[in-house]
């Protein structure tokens, strides 16, 4: 799905990061934006990760001369050359990340007939994903304030109906957009009470996002929520549109026998789940990495690692091995530079020992 | 049929979902347009053709697919290989 299609030009944008960081030059970072535009194009998820790395990618890259000019050796010469080169690369990135993620805006706005965005749902889904934070002075609009103290009726204080808070027919989503009808309206109010939420308690939205990881932890519910989702596919008919695109496709319901059965793919999945711990704490290797190798795509490694990892907690309403993803690949090149720290390590201290 | 629900049903009417990327579903209208009847897009979905198909017009789109396999080198049969049986896989699973 999205999932895997996402991944293949994730997996292009590092490259050319990577090249990037070696030899500096601006068509490879152009070309790190366009790809990293198909990538939000496929899954908005990584949206932050496109963004951050706008900004901090210039600034890895020119990281040496940086260091030169500011601490090791101040002198003005210095000081210019790193101040015109980092400036150059750092604004023709960040221009090019506006215009193109502008461009994706007003693309989906017109596509959709709706105002430019990047998705219509996101203040409605931010508000869900931190709905057991929010307290009624969180909302500018009074309305919502009173619909908030009112959660109680609905479990808006449950971490693990957040979910539902957004789909659910008497969950917040719903309550919210009958009070308030008008789509866009609805959905900038929910944005601006989650915002504020974060701004006046953001530990207690990291806190959330800490229950949100210690609960991959509960290998039962992980391992059910997997079948959840494998079953997912028949457990939603038959719906009006589901009977509207199936019928296009002239398909049937699997039958009953062939509900209970799993595939030689699923069951690999099922049985996957053990490996998604690895890479769950991939960032924390990358910690420990970080210390010991001081290059830039150590660096990059980093950033991109721990913003996924907080995309998949404090950004997410749900705990699913499919949401890690886009960590796996992280965790096969954050695996890759310790073994190769390991090896360099070791072969210096061979040809130390050797007279 | 879940995720893949949503995707389908912007291939087939041009709705464009508010809480995710459109562009998976402009790729399936491709795909559909291509080829109404081509199944790889559908299959994920874990539903099942009504009519009954015979194994070898499932597996007719994969073997036209390895016989460039002839003219191909060692090493990218090599590729090709795991690419084709991972594909036949897939169609053959149904799965997401």
């Known amino acids: 799905m999205t999932e895997t299609v996402s991944l293949f030009f994730y997996a292009l944008v590092l490259i050319f990061s990577f090249l990037y960081l070696k030899q500096r030059c601006l068509w490879q970072l152009a070309i790190v934006q366009i790809l990293s535009l198909v990538v939000i194009s496929f899954r908005m998820s990584y949206l932050l990760v496109v963004q951050v790395s706008a900004f901090v990618l210039p600034l890895i890259a020119f990281l040496p001369e940086l260091r030169v000019a500011f601490w090791k050796h101040p002198s003005t010469v210095s000081k210019a050359f790193a101040i015109k080169w980092v400036g150059l690369h750092l604004s ?24 430019p965005a990047f998705l219509h749902n996101s203040g409605l889904i931010v508000l869900t994903t931190w709905a057991p934070v929010l307290k009624p002075t969180d909302s500018p609009d009074p309305r919502l304030s009173e619909l908030i103290a009112k959660g109680d009726q609905f479990r808006l204080n449950d971490l693990w109906s957040r979910d539902g808070q957004l789909y659910s027919p008497r969950g917040l989503v719903r309550r919210w957009k009958q009070i308030e009808p008008n789509a866009a309206i609805s959905d900038q109010v929910a944005k601006q009470a989650a915002l504020n939420a974060l701004l006046h308690r953001p530990m207690d939205v990291v806190t959330l996002g800490v229950k949100t990881f ?14 959840v989702e494998l079953r997912r596919a028949v457990s939603n008919w038959p719906k009006k549109r589901t009977w509207a695109v199936a019928t296009h496709f002239n398909l049937s319901p699997p039958l009953p026998n062939e509900v209970k059965k799993y595939t030689l793919l699923q069951r690999y999945f099922l049985r996957s789940q053990p490996y998604s711990y690895v890479v769950l704490l991939s960032p924390f ?43 796996s690949l992280l965790m096969i090149l954050i695996f890759a530079v310790l073994v190769k720290a390991v090896i360099d390590r070791r072969s210096r201290s061979t040809s130390q020992a050797a007279p | 049929m879940g995720d893949s629900e949503s995707y389908l049903w912007t291939a087939l009417s041009g709705w464009i979902p508010p809480d995710r990327s459109f562009l998976y579903g402009v790729c399936d ?49 090599l590729f090709a290989g795991p690419v084709a049986i991972g594909m036949g896989a897939l169609r053959h699973d149904g799965d997401r």
Not at chain 1, 301 to 311: E, P, R, V
Not at chain 2, 51 to 69: F, I, K, Q
Request: net charge positive; proline share 4%; charged share 15%.
């Open chain 1, 92 to 115: 023709f990135s960040i221009l090019l990340m506006f215009v193109l993620l502008q461009g994706y805006r007003q693309l989906n706005g017109k596509l959709a007939g709706r105002e």
């Open chain 1, 214 to 227: 210690l609960h991959y932890w509960n290998f039962r519910h992980i391992r059910r929520q997997a079948k």
């Open chain 1, 285 to 327: 290797a990358c910690v420990g990495l970080i210390f010991f190798v001081s290059k830039g795509y150590v660096s990059l490694l980093f950033l991109h690692s721990w913003i996924l990892f907080g995309t998949v907690t404090i950004l997410s309403k749900n705990v699913s091995l499919r949401y890690l993803q886009p960590m």
């Open chain 2, 29 to 77: 209208s491709l795909v559909i347009r291509v080829d109404r009847k081509s199944d790889f897009i559908v299959n994920p979905s874990g539903f099942s053709r009504c009519h009954h198909v015979t194994p070898g017009y499932t597996y007719l789109p994969v073997g036209s697919l390895a016989s460039p396999w002839l003219v191909l080198s060692f090493r990218s049969s």
